[in-house]
């Protein structure tokens, strides 16, 4: 079915066909009740962006950027809802998915009588779960621009910073279920991915917090993504922005590699 999307766009030979493969068994593998578990990620930061964004937004008024230009709340919190979705996105098929098909269902073992190798399995595994958070990215830019917070060309540049947010949470998320060893560890990754989303600039602005924890929230991944989806989502793009691309390439290269080398060691005993 990939091949069918993509059918003469782009060549895929060697290893690109193969995790292309990987991608194309995952979309062929579709049932009719995985569309409501997708449906499910996407409405939880929509229901956000009207709860709080809309509903409390309306009790708080507007915020003021670094810069000191004043937005709507509702502009403020949109774009970290945004970059919470591909997060959501990526994390949902690298972490339990991913970790039941390589620990419970050991489909990776089968695929390894074939060429493929296990660093093109985990960029299989990846491209797939960058679909999904696409999927998500661009519903939710179309809500942002049906509700006037961002504009149409601003939602276009915004595509691809939510992109490189997936493939880096995604690189983060495989790398992760290569060192867990029960699903009972699903527990620490659920509340580390809540307390993410609750303290990485979504709701409050990072200058609200005291100086040591300040730091603290300007380190993680996803305010880095919400910094750069925020940037180009405002018009307000600067050097920021350029840490937070190296900010999420270098977690995306060292994630995917310490994926593909747990793998290889897991799979090739």
Not at 42 to 68: R, T
Not at 160 to 187: C, E, H, K, N, Y
Not at 203 to 209: E, I, K, L
Request: net charge positive; with cysteine; aromatic share 12%.
């Amino acid at each position: 079915m990939l091949t069918m999307v993509l059918p003469k766009l782009v060549s895929f030979e060697g290893a690109g066909r193969r995790s292309a493969s990987v991608a194309e068994r995952n979309v062929t593998a579709l049932r009719s009740a995985y569309w409501v578990v997708m449906l499910g990620g996407f409405l939880e930061p929509v229901l956000y962006l009207f709860s709080i964004g809309v509903g409390v937004g309306a009790l708080i008024g507007d915020i003021e950027l670094p810069g000191g230009r004043l937005v709507t709340y509702t502009e403020f919190v949109a774009p970290a809802m945004l970059a919470s979705s591909a997060m959501s996105g990526a994390l949902s098929e690298t972490t339990f998915n991913f970790f039941g098909k390589m620990k419970f269902m050991r489909l990776y073992d089968g695929m390894l009588a074939t060429p493929i190798r296990p660093f093109e399995i985990a960029l299989g595994e990846l491209a797939w779960a960058m679909i999904r958070g696409n999927i998500y990215s661009v519903a939710f830019l179309a809500i942002m621009v049906a509700m006037d917070l961002t504009t149409p060309l601003r939602a276009l540049a915004a595509f691809p910073a939510t992109v490189l947010v997936g493939f880096a949470f995604g690189a983060l998320g495989m790398m992760t279920s290569t060192v867990i060893r029960s699903w009972q560890d699903f527990d620490l990754i659920g509340a580390g991915q809540f307390a993410l989303f609750l303290f990485s600039g979504t709701f409050v602005p990072a200058t609200g917090y005291p100086l040591v924890l300040r730091w603290l929230v300007e380190l993680s991944p996803l305010y880095r993504s919400v910094d750069l989806i925020r940037g180009i989502s405002l018009g307000s793009v600067g050097w920021p922005q350029l840490i937070d691309v190296l900010y999420l390439l270098a977690l995306f290269a060292v994630g995917l590699t310490i994926a593909g080398h747990r793998m290889t060691k897991l799979l090739c005993k």
